[in-house]
């Protein structure tokens, strides 16, 4: 970390520890989830990202469910399921159809 970030501007590598991911992890989290500020780079090199201490913390919260009640929690697993069964709906229906038009072939039918 550069002397002049301070330390409530972390790298990208301590927010990886922070959060238990990889550092390349760390750079695909949208700059709208984890906001960040970019050193000035070269024509050669991008600048080098930080990322404020207090915006991590929130991150590393929301992920692990902490600082959420237990019916917030409960409610977004409920509207992960959700999606997933509606996912898996939309799967078998694509099946299906793909089964029937081959029993139709098979039957010498259009």
């Known amino acids: ?16 520890k922070i959060l238990g991911v990889e550092r390349t992890t760390v ?13 000035p780079g070269s024509e050669r090199r991008r600048g080098r990202r930080t990322y404020h201490r207090d915006d991590v913390e929130r991150v590393r ?3 692990s469910g902490q600082g959420r009640s237990l019916e917030d929690q409960i409610a977004e697993l409920r509207r992960q399921v ?29």
Do not use: F, K, N, Q
């Open 1 to 16: 970390m550069t002397d002049d970030a301070g330390p409530e501007w972390l790298p990208a590598r301590e927010v990886a």
């Open 27 to 39: 750079h695909r989290i949208p700059r709208s989830e984890l906001p960040y500020r970019e050193s």
């Open 61 to 63: 919260l929301d992920r």
């Open 82 to 110: 959700a999606a997933a069964a509606e996912s898996a709906d939309e799967t078998r229906g694509r099946v299906d159809s793909v089964e029937e038009r081959l029993d139709r072939l098979e039957r010498g039918e259009p």
